[in-house]
């Protein structure tokens, strides 16, 4: 597996640093990484920047089949968007 880089504002960071869900909005949409280092990034989301991060991936992956054959369609197409949603409301509620 690749080593993790990942750069925030143009800085490269360590992100064993940071703890988990200390990176806001902000943060992630200044983001720059490889695959190894976006998959360090995600536990170091806020829950906003979570939601974000989840959303880019959906909206930049294959559309998938109108029916769900497969476990990942389901999740795609299904249970991933519905998660948003309730996160959201359950949110929106907190404030």
Do not use: W
């Not at 806001?24 to 280092?37: D, L, M, V």
């Amino acid at each position: 597996m690749d080593k993790p880089h990942v750069s925030i504002d143009g800085i490269e960071v360590d992100l064993d640093t940071f703890p988990a869900r200390s990176l806001g909005i902000r943060e992630y949409k200044t983001a720059r990484a490889n695959s190894a280092g976006f998959q360090a990034l995600y536990p170091k989301l806020a829950d906003e920047a979570l939601v974000a991060a989840v959303e880019h991936c959906l909206a930049n992956i294959g559309t998938p089949a109108p029916s769900a054959p497969t476990y990942t369609d389901a999740l795609v197409r299904d249970l991933v968007p519905e998660l948003l949603l309730r996160l959201k409301e359950r949110a929106a509620k907190s404030l």
